[in-house]
């Protein structure tokens, strides 16, 4: 195959990241923390208007430290989205604690607030309430927040925002991660912006923050020589990596407004096509930044589906995804609790993801438009 690969979501540097990582190279600030470090925290500070910031090795991390801060103990419960990836799962594993999972509502496909509140009430019968409530914004699109947190406010359980995917959407003008007791970013390499790896945990409380770079660096006490009263972890975010960060942070809304725009264009290529729907903004409250374009196939008498359109879309190099599959249909967490409607499997089997990268270039669009209309338009005539 001679086609270059048209990826589904690949890093897109700026050009601002060299002056940084030059800098710490100049004042040999290699050394894990620096400049950088605190640049990139102020930077995500005043970008999400939120008092504290601690920019760690990785979203997974952020969420790791965020459940600990929360108190998240050996068999506590944790209520968790159901459709997301497994990083959110696994940082609840990694504190001995029982994920809960909770289902989606089609308006979002994030967590469902009528599931929540039947989920809460369930534990708390069984005896067991909730810990803490972890909300999921999936594929840049953000969750029912006033529904969801008005539950958690009602049964007293913190929330923790798993912002993945979400910098810099918002709801109702207020940034993804800001709502909750903590929230998470990840800079992973697919993501709107890329420090390579990476993420953060933020808060409006400072304590959190103070105790999460304690935590995050073995935590270390305060004596001349190496002393530790309690397990500590290497999860803080190098000085250079953080500098790819503080350049990528100059053109993250330039990159949100290319992958709206990206997804406005397949959204008029596939106007036509009557089987297939988009995840949207559900109301003028919602501003997603549309991380990633997905789509769902509706039953139609062409026998188009999911898996044919992504293995042709393969075939021509295209890479695409199905959505999420669920984490209480996971072989590795399918014993724990779940209280499921039925959508988010069915959007795993009907539902896939678009390239929406925001350094994607004409050739890329012409190729894309050319498979998805070869594919789908002659069933349509």
């Given at each position: ?56 090795c ?23 989205s ?52 972890i909300i ?69 409380n ?59 264009w ?27 374009t ?46 499921v ?41």
């Amino acid at each position: 195959m001679n086609k270059p690969r048209i990826y589904l979501s690949s890093p897109h540097m700026s050009g601002h990241e060299q002056k940084f990582i030059q800098q710490a190279f100049d004042e040999n600030w290699i050394a894990p923390l620096g400049p950088n470090v605190d640049g990139l925290e102020d930077d995500i500070e005043a970008y999400n208007s939120i008092d504290h910031c601690a920019v760690l090795c990785s979203g997974t991390a952020a969420i790791h430290i965020g459940l600990i801060l929360l108190g998240v103990k050996q068999e506590d419960e944790v209520l968790c989205s159901t459709f997301t990836f497994s990083a959110t799962v696994n940082a609840i594993r990694y504190c001995n604690a029982v994920p809960v999972f909770v289902d989606s509502e089609k308006d979002t496909w994030n967590m469902c607030p009528e599931m929540l509140r039947a989920a809460i009430e369930d534990r708390i019968k069984k005896g067991k309430k909730p810990k803490v409530c972890i909300i999921v914004h999936l594929y840049g699109m953000p969750s029912k927040m006033d529904e969801l947190m008005a539950i958690c406010e009602e049964y007293e359980i913190p929330v923790l925002e798993d912002s993945a995917e979400a910098l810099g959407a918002e709801y109702k003008g207020q940034k993804m991660g800001t709502f909750g007791e903590l929230g998470i970013y990840s800079f992973n390499g697919n993501k709107i912006i890329s420090t390579s790896g990476g993420g953060a945990l933020v808060s409006k409380n400072q304590e959190h923050i103070e105790r999460a770079k304690f935590l995050s660096t073995q935590a270390r006490d305060k004596a001349p020589h190496y002393q530790h009263s309690v397990i500590g972890y290497n999860y803080r975010m190098s000085n250079i990596v953080a500098g790819i960060g503080r350049g990528q942070m100059i053109v993250l809304d330039k990159w949100i407004e290319k992958r709206r725009n990206i997804n406005k264009w397949y959204r008029e290529l596939l106007s036509s096509i009557d089987y297939i729907t988009f995840l949207e903004e559900p109301s003028e409250d919602f501003f997603s930044t549309f991380w990633l374009t997905c789509i769902y196939f509706n039953k139609n008498d062409q026998g188009v589906d999911r898996e044919m359109v992504r293995l042709k879309l393969l075939e021509q190099n295209i890479e695409s995804r199905p959505l999420w599959k669920p984490m209480h249909m996971q072989p590795v967490f399918k014993d724990f609790p779940a209280y499921v409607n039925g959508f988010s499997e069915d959007l795993f089997v009907n539902g896939l993801c678009l390239p929406s990268g925001s350094n994607m270039t004409e050739e890329h669009f012409d190729r894309i438009q050319s498979s998805l209309l070869g594919l789908l338009s002659p069933v349509t005539a």
